[in-house]
Structure formats: structure tokens, C-alpha cells
């Protein structure tokens, strides 16, 4: 069903090609507003959803998705432009590929799935976001420079831990049905 969470999420994934012109061009503060407005989609969609009881199949399974496509073509894009370092790409891809592995051979083997993203996946995404918004908007913002190594450290060790919690979720899975967090 789409709803209007579902609009969001689809409208977050239409954004992306726009991000990507304008950093490809150079256009910084106009790629920082698309970001800034695609990434607010994801808390809006997931907000509306849950006071609105809009929570559906369709949003289960595209939320993510378009939170992958957003997060990872922003890596990908800003990493090629040597705005962020290209290992940290290569851990936020890497994440992704391994996440949606699982889940497909979870659905090819049949066995019980809910997507329901755990607290440090949560914190994973946020650390992603403000990473992007950072790299983004340092130039107008020369007093927060110090932050960048802290932040790039801490968004790579958490999508790193977060990509273990996942694996490990997903071997539970396959060994007795069930991934308790």
C-alpha cells in the first residue's frame, strides 16, 4: 500500500540522482539542502508511520533500501571526489552488501525474517548522516574541523560493529530460526 510514509521514502530515493548532479558539479550548500532533506524524509517516513499506524510491508522492505541507496551513493560520490576518505566508503558499502546478502539468502532459504532495524544500526545511520552533513558543510563551518577525525573514526568503528551484530543475527537465524538481539 503506499501511504504517505511510503511517498517519503520514495521521494528520498528520487533525490539521489539530484544529490549526486550537484556534487558532481561543485554545488556544495545545493547537494547539503537535498542531503539534509533526503535524510529528514527518513525520520519523518518512520515518524508518521509509527503515530499513524502506516506501518506497512511495502515500508518495511523500501525504508532500507532507500536508506542504503541515499547513504551508499553519497559514500561513493564523496569519496570519488576525495571529499571523504575512500576506506570509510569501502566499510559503508561493504556493511550494505553484506546486510543484503544475508537477507537474500534468508528469503531464498525461506527462513522467518522481520527487518526491524536494532539501536546500533540506528546509531550507525545517524553517525552516516551527520558525516555526510559535516563533509557537506564544513567549509562554512571552519570552527568544527576538529571534529572530522573524531567523527569519521566513530561512523567506521560503528558501521563495523553494526555489520558484526548483523552477521551474527543472521547465523542465529540460520542455526535455529531465530536472530534474537
Not at 32 to 58: E, H, M, P, S, Y
Not at 156 to 176: C, D, K
Amino acid at each position: 500500500m503506499v501511504n504517505l510514509p511510503n511517498l517519503l521514502t520514495i521521494g528520498r530515493i528520487l533525490l539521489i540522482p539530484l544529490l549526486v548532479i550537484f556534487l558532481m558539479d561543485g554545488r556544495t550548500e545545493a547537494a547539503w539542502l537535498v542531503f539534509v532533506a533526503a535524510a529528514a524524509t527518513d525520520a519523518l517516513d518512520g515518524l508518521i508511520a509509527r503515530l499513524w499506524n502506516q506501518k506497512t510491508t511495502l515500508g518495511a522492505y523500501i525504508d532500507p533500501i532507500a536508506d542504503k541507496l541515499l547513504l551508499g551513493t553519497s559514500y561513493v560520490t564523496l569519496a570519488v571526489l576525495h571529499r571523504l576518505p575512500g576506506w570509510l566508503a569501502v566499510i559503508v558499502l561493504s556493511r550494505d552488501l553484506v546486510i543484503l546478502i544475508g537477507v537474500g539468502l534468508l528469503l531464498l532459504f525461506d527462513k522467518p525474517l522481520e527487518i526491524r532495524p536494532s539501536l546500533d544500526s540506528k546509531l550507525t545511520t545517524l553517525l552516516q548522516i551527520l558525516t555526510v552533513c559535516y563533509v557537506l558543510g564544513r567549509d562554512h563551518l571552519p570552527a568544527l574541523q576538529p571534529l572530522a577525525l573524531p567523527l569519521i573514526l566513530a561512523t567506521a568503528a560503528s558501521t563495523v560493529v553494526s555489520g558484526f551484530h548483523y552477521l551474527a543475527i543472521g547465523m542465529r537465524i540460520f542455526e535455529n530460526g531465530r536472530g534474537g538481539d
